[in-house]
Structures are given as structure tokens and as C-alpha cells.
């Protein structure tokens, strides 16, 4: 029987979801205005009914700047956990199905990243590549591989065991072939839950790294570029802070909601 709770989690993590994702669909193909466009004489005007968000030290319209940047998060955040996912299967299930010296040897590599603070390493590595969003793409991905990587073989090792696999193994299927076919589809429940916090998880590290500079360069933007831009005007235009960290939050929420409820259908079997 379905826990209720999930249908909960999914509707609402789906509708907040919805919004962001609203936002970066409609600006790939249109913002009320140029997102860059300057213009002095309106310049940190107050929301109204011309600018609904209001406007920045620049003039620039706050929601299509808003909408401008949710492309960047979302893609950031989408591609990273894609590097970070592949590099952990292509680690994780070779070490959970053969376990010994290979096993080993790849648990240290993995445990050795996982010493130091994501973030911190995450930094370390843009700011000696320098700042760029490819750049942070691929720092987080590295950074976010070893935790895909020991989910992938926690996964393996208990999969491994079942009647199918070891029956597949006394037919002399190639172990490449059992991985990919029969190992790997089953890992879509333990894998799912885990990708969708990285997610959230990653687009919290990238703001924190737009924040400071080594993320997203201007003219463009992702949510935590636009809180470090609108960081000296607080007071004076609160609005250029509410709405970029409104819509980052929206985006979180939405992805651990859905994620809790992946979680909670799946302890109640199967997603």
C-alpha cells in the first residue's frame, strides 16, 4: 500500500519545481526585457506595475535578470550531478561487484576527496582553473563523484548477491555485461532519491561559489551572482535580494520535497 505522504511530497515539491522550471523554459525564448540592457534613468526603482520585481543599480529589470538566471542554475545543477553520477557508476559498480584490491583501491581514491570540505575543494579547484561556469560544472562534478560512487556500491554489493546475478555469473555472462544489464537497472531506486539531493545539494555549492565570485561571469548571472551583486544595496533596494534568494529557495524546496517523496515510495516498495 502507498504511503499518502509521498503523493503529498511529490504535488508539492512538483509545484514549486514547476515555477523555476516555468521561469527557465519562457527565458530561452523570451524576458519582458534584455536581461543586460542598461538604463540608467530607472535604476533601482521599487517593484511597480512596469517593473514587477523592480529594477537594479544598472537599471536592469529584476525579473528577467531573475528569469535569466535560473537557465545557469538549473543547467549548472543538471550537468554537474551528470558528470558526478557518471563518474560514480563508472567507479562504483566495479568496486561493489569485485570488491579485494580493486574495491579497495578505489574506496581510498574516494575517501581521500571525501577528507576535505566539498566546498573547500570545489574552490580550490575553480580558482586555480579559473572562474567560469564550465569550470564550476566540472570542480562540483569531481567534488560530488565519490558520494554517487559509495551509493553505486552499497547498491552493487547487495544486488550482487541475488540468485539471479550469481546464476548469471555460473553461465559465464561477462561481468561488463551483468553490470550494465542486470546490476544497473536495479539501481535506479537507491540511485534516484540520491541524484535529486545532489541536485539541491550542488546548486547550493554553486551559489555559494557565484557568491563569491568564481562562478557565473558577468554580464550573466546565476541565483547566487544576483545576491552578491544586490549584497551592497540591502537597504536601499531589499528587493533586489527577495526575489533571486525567493526563487533559489523555491528550487530547493521543490527538489528535497521530491526527493523525500521517491524516499518514502520506495521504502513502501518500489518507486
Partial sequence: MKDPRSKSFYIAGFILLGIVLA???????WTPYDPNATDPASKLMAPCAEHIFGTDNFGRDTFSR?????KYTIFISFAGVAIALLLGLLTGLPAGYYGGWTDRGIMLLSNSVMCFPGILL??????????????????????????????TRVGTMEIKQRDYIMHAQVMKIPSPRIMALHILPNLVGTLLPATVIGLANMTLFESGMSYLGLGVQPPDASFGKLLADAQAYMTRAPWLIIFPALMLIIYILGLYFVSEGIRVRTQKGGV
Avoid: E
Fill in 23 to 29: 521561469s527557465f523554459i519562457l527565458s530561452l525564448i
Fill in 66 to 70: 531573475v528569469m535569466f538566471a535560473s
Fill in 122 to 151: 570545489a574552490l580550490v579547484a575553480v580558482a586555480v582553473a579559473g572562474p567560469s561556469m564550465f569550470n564550476v560544472v566540472w570542480a562540483l562534478g569531481l567534488v560530488f563523484a565519490p558520494t554517487f560512487a559509495r551509493v
